[in-house]
């Protein structure tokens, strides 16, 4: 059976063993009335079991889950929301409109998550079941009233993907921030870092999102990479300094020739023998390098 985390009484985490291990990726339940539940992250199309166990455990009848939210569209985030829809009969999924045709027609968004995350992890990503345009909504407009003082906005939150959106409760002042505040994962060692992966990482607007963040009264930070972050706006300012050092050193590096991407992830970003994290983190600098090979003069 999946780890229930409790949050709150109103906020569970459900550890759905992400990339088949724990401590990696969640899905966070919110509940407000008793038939309006709303899901946050969907971890990928292989991890929905075990988030629909955890709904068993909690308790939660199906078809009382009336809202499946993702942040982005990268697959461990959005991947699981075709399985979960079809379980789930009365639940909309709501994601940025501007990605949300990849998960009707998903042809592109497997081919360039394939080519980004490389054939050690490509088996890990699951796949993505297609959904019925009619079961999809904006999450970029969200202002969504739960029940019981429980209220989720929608914040946007560019940087780590053009289309990320994080969403906040102003009762509890709880961030779902997704991957705009990086990941934590204590169980495996990793402190709170910046997540920077390519195609489409933007550090112009990543920095932006750190300031705009940085203004709401946050009183707990949850991540999806994984669980609760201690500090609040206090480990975002943490954060965007560590965002601003790796970009200093990758900026440098690029500036000097091809950079050795293992060796800057090891040092930046180093991730210890767990072999997903060791991918994760040459793909922070890959994305870096990316981002100033695009941006950096040629001379």
């Known amino acids: 059976m999946p780890a229930l985390i409790p949050i709150d009484d109103t906020i569970t985490a459900i550890d759905h063993d992400l990339f088949g291990a724990p401590g990696i990726g969640v899905t966070y339940v919110v509940q407000g009335d008793l038939d309006r539940v709303a899901l946050i992250e969907t971890g990928t199309s292989l ?15 199906r078809e009382a889950v009336r809202y499946i939210i993702c942040t982005h569209i990268h697959m461990d985030h959005a991947g699981g929301a075709g399985p979960l829809a079809e ?9 940025n409109s501007a990605t949300a045709n990849f998960l009707v027609e998903p042809s592109r968004l497997l081919t360039s998550t394939r080519r980004a995350v490389g054939e050690a992890l490509w088996p890990l990503q699951g796949t993505i079941h297609p959904l019925p345009s009619d079961r999809l909504r904006p999450a970029e407009t969200l202002q969504l009233d739960l029940g019981r003082g429980v209220t989720l906005r929608a914040v946007a939150s560019p940087g780590h993907s053009a289309d990320h959106i994080a969403f906040f ?26 997540v ?4 489409g990482f933007d550090l112009e607007a990543q920095i932006a999102t750190y300031e705009r963040l940085s203004k709401l009264p946050i009183e707990r930070l949850l ?22 050092e790796a970009a200093h050193a990758v900026r440098a590096a690029v500036a000097h020739g091809d950079p050795d991407i293992p060796a800057l992830a090891a040092r930046l970003f180093p991730a210890g023998d767990q072999p997903v994290l060791r991918v994760w983190s040459e793909m922070s600098v890959a994305g870096l390098v990316r981002y100033f090979q695009k941006t950096q003069p040629t001379s």
Not at 49 to 60: K, S
Not at 169 to 194: K, N, Q, V, W, Y
Request: with cysteine.
């Open 47 to 61: 991890t929905a079991p075990a988030t629909l166990a955890g709904l068993d455990q909690l308790g939660i009848a």
């Open 87 to 95: 379980a789930l009969p009365n639940a909309d999924v709501y994601i």
């Open 169 to 194: 409760d102003e009762r509890s002042g709880t961030l779902f921030a997704g991957d705009s505040c990086g990941i934590a994962m204590p169980r495996h060692g990793i402190d709170p870092r910046p």
């Open 196 to 199: 920077t992966p390519p195609p």
């Open 223 to 244: 991540v999806t990479h994984c669980g609760p972050v201690a500090g609040g706006v206090a480990a975002l300012r943490e954060q965007h300094l560590r965002l601003l």
